[in-house]
């Protein structure tokens, strides 16, 4: 849950944007620049409403913020269209954990299309298996958004484990 910041000269109001990396407290007039407001890695600069706040971050969950409404009906659609083929005995989701994600993932759309949202990489990755279901079976739809969806991907990619951190067995002697 994202947390407003308060002015640290009235301690009232709170940022609002003004600009491209301008903000100021809506009580006082206190200008500030992102840099103002530094951050720990588990946090994230967000903007909701018109209010600079500070959202926490876990390890391994990634950021999408999207910038035009349409984009959570975009993802809804394709997390409803993989749902109806699961259930006409067509194997779409390999466990039923992701099951449970997609009909969690479709509420949390439907409840927030302003974002931001933050996403586990197994929400993460349910939502690219649904993308590219949509895009198997409706592939003229799929384009609709392709940098939005390259966004998601994106995130899905930065939220797994690269090959570097996960630790190696080769050349483990048996025990």
């Known amino acids: 849950m994202p947390v407003p910041i ?77 749902l109806r083929m699961h259930q006409a005995r067509r194997t779409v989701f390999g466990r039923p954990e992701e099951v449970e994600t997609a009909e969690d993932l479709r509420s949390l759309l439907e409840a927030d299309v302003f974002g931001p949202w933050v996403l586990s990489p197994l929400q993460l990755g349910t939502l690219v298996r649904a993308m590219d279901v949509r895009s198997a079976v409706l592939p003229s739809t799929a384009r609709q958004h392709p940098e939005f969806d390259a966004e998601v991907r994106k995130a899905y990619a930065a939220s797994r484990p690269s090959a570097s951190t996960v630790p190696s067995t080769r050349g483990t002697p048996a025990r």
């Open 6 to 82: 308060l002015c640290d000269w009235c301690r009232e109001g709170r940022f609002q944007v003004r600009g491209a990396d301008a903000y100021a407290c809506q009580v006082c007039g206190n200008q500030a620049t992102s840099a103002a407001f530094p951050v720990g890695d588990d946090e994230r600069l967000v903007t909701v409403a018109g209010l600079l706040q500070i959202l926490a971050v876990p390890d391994g969950y990634q950021v999408i913020t999207p910038d035009r409404r349409c984009y959570a009906p975009h993802l809804e659609a394709s997390l409803a269209l993989a």
